[in-house]
């Protein structure tokens, strides 16, 4: 092959990914904004309320319109978005996070006096989401997951996960593709579950202050739903210091959460991992 049909090759090449760039942008930028023009719907449940938010509507629209995700009734959807683009999203996942990973740097540097400031309970309820592998990541490997559910139990995995995980290992690894259904889920089922727990928890006898801060898990639509369910549950006059203690919570996990999956929580799951792994395969995944 000579160097000019190369370079032709090349160039034929770099056309043919750019117009999978923009097929796949243009998609994207569809769905934001049908799901921003949806908005965000509250519904009421008892005490508590739903609180929908269009980050569900675009993962739920993403799923319908991604081929042989939902069977074969929608494979007219494959004109739509074919799996080149799907191939091209799992690196542009990455991309998209990098900027997220320098907001939740830029939050340690003007806020270290507010998180010192903040006193131990705050600083130490991350700790807490240490019980998230022990108690997940047995189930995981009992439904048959093995290097995916490092990824999938190392936390409850919001961005900060995403980022430490994507970087570790990739998002097209077996923990990237953990780490993802995990944020998928939250992202799906996060919203109702936390919206619905913060107004039932008051009931659990707990100062609604501790509550406030268990709110703080790290998202802010997770936050803002059981903040919001659990301020409307109680006195009035509680409300502003509830949902104060819910940001202040949820500012501290988003900052001292990456440290924490870093430092702790995934070599604490790795370790655990090849101490479970041998007891669920036969061959002892590593």
Known sequence: MSK?????????SMKGRLNVFIKLFITVLFIVIFSELIGVKKYSLGPGSVVLLPMLYAVIIGLIITPD????????LRNLISNEEIELAGTMVMLALLPLGVKYGTL???????????????????LGNLLTPVLALPLALLLGLRREAVGGTVSICREPTLGVIGERYGMNSPEGTGVLG?????????????????SFAV????????????????????MTAASSSLSAAVSPEMKDTILAYAAT?????????????????????????????PKFSKKGDK
């Open 182 to 198: 995990t944020y998928m889920i939250g992202t799906v089922f996060g919203t109702i579950f936390f919206g619905l727990l913060g």
């Open 249 to 277: 919570s949820n500012m501290l996990t988003g900052v001292t959460g990456m440290y924490s999956v870093v430092f702790i929580a995934l070599p604490f799951t790795n370790w655990y991992y090849t101490k479970l792994a």
């Open 203 to 222: 009931t659990s006898g707990l100062h609604p202050y501790a509550l406030a801060m268990a709110c703080g898990m790290g998202s802010g639509s997770m």
């Open 69 to 76: 995700i939902l069977g074969k009734p929608l494979n007219f």
């Open 4 to 12: 000019k049909e190369l370079t032709e090759n090349e160039i034929i």
């Open 108 to 126: 340690v540097g003007p806020n270290i006096v507010k998180v010192v400031q903040a006193g131990p309970a705050f600083l130490l309820q991350e």
